[in-house]
């Protein structure tokens, strides 16, 4: 599954399935909202954007779902 930038994507949340926008691709170690990344060749992170808040989070490429 390749996610590219802009692509709508799904993820699980405390809070149930919510969906949102791909923002940025990350695969070098990087902090986001003050807590730390390590992504791997296998499995980048995206910084991605919920449609309902508009929060952004960090989240591995394999957690996400293509809408």
Do not use: C
Not at 21 to 50: C, M, N, R
Not at 52 to 58: D, H, V, Y
Request: aromatic share 8%.
């Amino acid at each position: 599954m390749a996610i590219s930038k802009g692509d709508m994507v799904s993820w699980n949340t405390s809070q149930g399935p919510t969906q949102g926008k791909a923002l940025e691709k990350k695969t070098s170690d990087f902090t986001h909202d003050g807590q730390k990344f390590k992504p791997t060749d296998g499995d980048p992170y995206w910084i991605v954007e919920s449609d309902k808040t508009g929060a952004k989070a960090a989240h591995k490429e394999s957690s996400l779902s293509k809408v």
